[in-house]
């Protein structure tokens, strides 16, 4: 069976690459567009009580612009997973056009002792 995780956005004055200073333009920005197809993905994920995933890795494209207000539809699908491993294939549309495109894979973790390690740095 295979799981979907589909969110809309509108395109924001803070999702801008002018603003998120990733570029000069008042489009939709990079990190901005990974960071939705990340919370698109978050969403599929099942994980016992106490337990999250992590990302660690992010392979994608940014093939088109979006404007400010575009409505972007960021789609996440669960391709597999092995072990701890989630893997996604993950896009961002407006309309039918592809804004990007991509792999996207987390890992599950001890929320607590993933916490412990970062404090124990």
């Not at 990302?55 to 972007?72: C, E, F, K, Y």
């Not at 789609?75 to 072990?83: I, K, M, P």
Request: net charge neutral; aromatic share 6%.
């Amino acid at each position: 069976m295979k799981m979907y995780s589909i969110l809309y956005h509108e395109v924001q004055p803070e999702n801008l690459a002018v603003t998120m200073h990733s570029g000069d333009l008042e489009v939709l920005a990079t990190p901005q567009m990974i960071a939705w197809m990340e919370e698109a993905s978050c969403k599929i994920t099942n994980c016992d009580e106490g337990m999250t995933t992590v990302g660690i890795l992010m392979n994608v494209t940014h093939d088109a612009p979006s404007a400010l207000h575009a409505r972007v539809r960021v789609v996440s699908e669960l391709v597999e997973q092995n072990g701890k491993i989630y893997t996604f294939n993950v896009s961002a549309w407006q309309g039918e056009k592809c804004l990007g495109k991509g792999v996207h894979k987390r890992a599950t973790v001890n929320a607590k002792r993933f916490m412990e390690k970062l404090h124990q740095n």
